[in-house]
């Protein structure tokens, strides 16, 4: 058995993954055509690659199907019920920068808080007769950080892709959301309350702690380890 | 397997118990429409509900509780006063690796009764007989008085609204309460958005910040900028009024300790005196019922943070050491509390006192086998 190591299969999140472990000295790459999602890795032993969406690598590491993945950190606390008890960080990779923020109208001048956000969603709801809507796809972590800062009478509407519309199609008041110039919140009127950061994310190795760690495995993960320099758990 | 025999056992005998005190059983469907139910509860169950679709009914969620479908049974026909009891399964998920079940058996009480006080001592003295044997921890509150004491104070409706609406959420009600009694700085960024506000006319400002983009008109904007500016004029609740609200929400004490205190505040805030003059018929009504309000605990805060929707007494009871401390990380054996606004809501001009309380068949057999 070998050490499957799970990296995003395309764009500049695989092409930085590949620079970054090309840096210590192990070299991953994309086998023959173009279109074909198989890789290598030259410079250790019995390691093996698979390419995968950088959305499915969280529930692969949980399921123990790889052993090592890398991911967004956001993508893993949202997915993953008790994230650090099914996975641990190895190494923050430096790129891949991107923060979990709140947006609301630019329009709404009179909110730049949650304690606004808190004040708005309550005459919302009393004005509107329903809860007042934020839009995202991260559900666990906006829940969670909108229970922990006491925030109430909000209800999150499932929004998988351009979420910064859904104000203005009137299916959502605010959204959360993840946004590292901010330049597509401004284009869409959108301004960010100043202490609502939910999760500053990067791309992150994570070792998966329910694989099957076995004699070979263990022996790759160590040379792995001292290869990029890392400590394991 | 989540639900084992001993556990259905165990919840047959309790079913039992409560239909011999001549409760009506009621059924509730599984399948409930998502939209009313979860409306009415907190953030926390609304999370945890298991939610699916149904090509004709539209958004449905498996019971997450019994309580809102027996209210709404009782409210569009039942008999005054009533008593009802139910059994079968409820579903949460779980967000945490753990032991907790997501599907797991409640067996339920509930009264609708006029006469508060004697009502909330029948259900309380009900669940303690029936658990007795088991040796747990008793613990009650009453939220009722809270809200009393934030109606008393000496300030604008919207800050008692605010404080009010927050009851159920300790950390944001103490952030709001420090900063209305002039304990806390104004944060800066409220400060910021004050001076900004000053600053012209909303429309000239909502006009500068961007195009009109939402549900909430400029119309809401203005009206609460306004509100801002004038709550920021607010004076500050006064120190000692303040000292007593804080007081209050630490009060822990065994329950007639707890009303001599209370008596000892309610000079220096009339406003919770009927609501403790309640507190005080309803431990006659347990002494009569055989229970000992000398060591019963009492926190005046306790159901703040688990039982949103109880407005009044509420009470659960605990697996407890040989000290008889309580293992918070545990749910409680069983639970309940008086939920009078909820009734109000369902039943639209109508409502009705009401309380109950449910039993987790699964950890009493688990007690048992122990």
Redesign the interface.
Known sequence: MSLKIGVPSKGRLMEKTFDWFGARGVTMSRNGAEREYSGAVEGIADVELVLLSAGEIPRELAAGRIHLGVTGSDLVRDKLADWNQQVAELAALGFGHADLIIAVPACWIDVETLDDLDAVASAFRARHGFRLRIATKYHRLVRDFLTETGVADYQLVDSQGATEGTVKNLTAEAVADITSTGETLRANHLKILGDAVIHRSQATLFLARAADWGAAETAAMAALAAKLQIATP | MTVTPAARAEAEALFAAFRATGATAVEADILQPAETLL?LY???I??RAYITQDPLRGEMVLRPDFTVPVVQAHMAGGADPARYCYIGPVFRK????GPRASEYLQVGFEVFDRDAPQADAEVFALFAGLLAPLGLQALTGDIGILLAAIEGLSTTPRRKA?LR??VW?P???R?LLDRFAGRAAL?P??A??LD??RSAA?EA??AE????????S?A??AE??AA?LEDADTPPIAAPEAALLYDLLGLAAPADAALAHLRGIAPLMPAITPAVDRFESRLAALRARGIDTASLAFEASHGRTTLEYYDGFVFTFHRADQGGAIDAALPPVASGGRYDALTAILGQGRSIPAVGGIIRPAVVADLKGA
């Open positions: 409306d907190g953030e926390d609304r999370a779980q967000d945490h690796i605010a609406r927050h959420r950390r944001r009600f952030a944060p960024a409220r910021r958005l900004h506000l909303p400002l909502m910040a961007g195009p009109q983009i939402g549900l909430r400029g809401e904007v609460r900028s801002l």
